[in-house]
């Protein structure tokens, strides 16, 4: 998709110099033309996760995601931003991901979990092998010109880390490699990939705000002071002159030591830079664009993803995971880590700032240089994205 004429580069501009910088106007959080603007461009060219068990078919599965994926020549349906699409194991146990249309005349392929070695559409008998080829359908026999390279299905680019699955709906703008080269450096002694997955009561739901107001309050160190307030809230748990801000291409680091080093990570299961002789991590948060957060703790891994709703600018479908490395320490993960309060503390604010987007006088912002260089690399990523080539200004 070329830029739409009413979305200026110069209107939107975030300078690379944070000293000169001001926020993405109030409109890019608003306007639903914008939002699919973002559907079409960074949704379309970066790694998105794929949801674990939120289709209807696959709650019933008492399966893990990755354990029905193992199976040679299984089929699972799911949706992502509206797109229908499944994932297909091939019988040579390469994985794929395609869209879940017919590419005669768009019928469903797939109706549920299932094992084949062909894929047919049940409209027309149009069908293909399980790595998207196109192997005939009734009436195109000999027609000359078929199949067509359209007449396949498209591959779309996918990854396999750990339990969990990625994939790109067009070329991404970084290798998956490249991606996770530095979250995998920040882990090579802890051995998260055999983490127990602890489902939760709400695993999918819809909350306020702009999907890029819930990664911009991620990004932002700034606020912990104020909205997860001492006494009682996170500010009594980390040791803010200690907090950490590491920026990548593609991702960003946050960490911090506590305030009770028997709250944090034993230094033995961390790379040497994050060791302090008296001094414990509390934990590891990753942010990879533009949408997922992987957050180690002693007790193991949460996953906070927020995906935009589609035609909602103001709202954000909120994914949010758990897989259990210490089940002790997980039962307390509410009292020494504050995982809910924090949550819920953060949906609280998106709500206040959604209001205050929503307002006439909603100008746009500047950063500090001290305190919010997250922030600016969201925001400048967000840019560059957008406008990748428009060259404002010279």
Request: proline share 9%; glycine share 6%; with cysteine.
């Amino acid at each position: 998709m070329t830029n739409p004429l009413y979305f200026s580069a110069q209107d939107y501009y975030v300078d690379a110099d944070i000293g000169k910088a001001q926020t993405l106007p109030v409109q890019a959080f608003r306007d639903p033309h914008f939002l699919d603007f973002e559907f079409r461009t960074i949704f379309s060219r970066n790694w998105l996760f794929v949801p674990q068990k939120t289709q209807p078919e696959l709650r019933k599965d008492a399966r893990a995601l990755q354990e029905i994926l193992q199976i040679r020549g299984v089929q699972v349906p799911f949706s992502l931003l509206n797109q229908p699409l499944f994932l297909q194991r091939d019988w040579e146990e390469k994985l794929h991901c395609f869209p879940n249309i017919c590419t005669h005349a768009w019928f469903p392929l797939v109706h549920g979990v299932s094992r084949e070695r062909l894929i047919t559409c049940q409209q027309h008998g149009r069908k293909f092998d399980c790595a998207g080829k196109f192997s005939g359908q009734p009436g195109f026999q000999n027609l000359p010109g078929v199949p067509r390279p359209e007449d396949h299905l498209k591959d779309l680019p996918i990854a396999e880390w750990g339990p969990f699955f990625f994939l790109s709906l067009e070329r991404p703008s970084i290798s998956f490699e490249d991606l996770m080269k530095p979250v995998q450096a920040s882990l090579p002694l802890i051995d998260w990939q055999e983490w127990k997955r602890m489902p939760q009561v709400h695993e999918e739901r819809e909350v306020d705000g702009n999907w890029k107001q819930h990664a911009w309050n991620y990004m932002d160190k700034f606020h912990v002071t104020f909205i997860h307030r001492a006494p009682g809230g996170l500010g009594d748990a980390v040791e803010m002159s200690s907090y950490q801000t590491e920026l990548y291409p593609g991702s960003a680091l946050q960490w911090v030591y506590a305030r009770n080093p028997e709250h944090g990570w034993d230094p033995d299961l961390l790379p040497p830079r994050f060791r302090h002789p008296e001094k414990r991590v509390l934990a590891i948060w990753w942010f990879l664009f533009p949408n997922l957060t992987l957050n180690f703790y002693p007790w193991g891994l949460s996953i906070n993803v927020y995906y935009p709703v589609p035609q909602h600018p103001e709202k954000t479908l909120f994914l949010w995971y758990h897989y259990v490395r210490d089940e002790k320490k997980y039962e307390q993960r509410n009292t020494i880590w504050l995982n809910q309060q924090v949550d819920q503390e953060d949906v609280d604010a998106m709500t206040q700032v959604r209001r205050g987007i929503a307002s006439f006088y909603a100008a746009r912002g500047n950063f500090s240089p001290q305190e919010e260089a997250g922030p600016h690399w969201f925001h400048r990523t967000l840019y560059t994205q957008l406008f990748p080539t428009d060259g404002f200004p010279a």
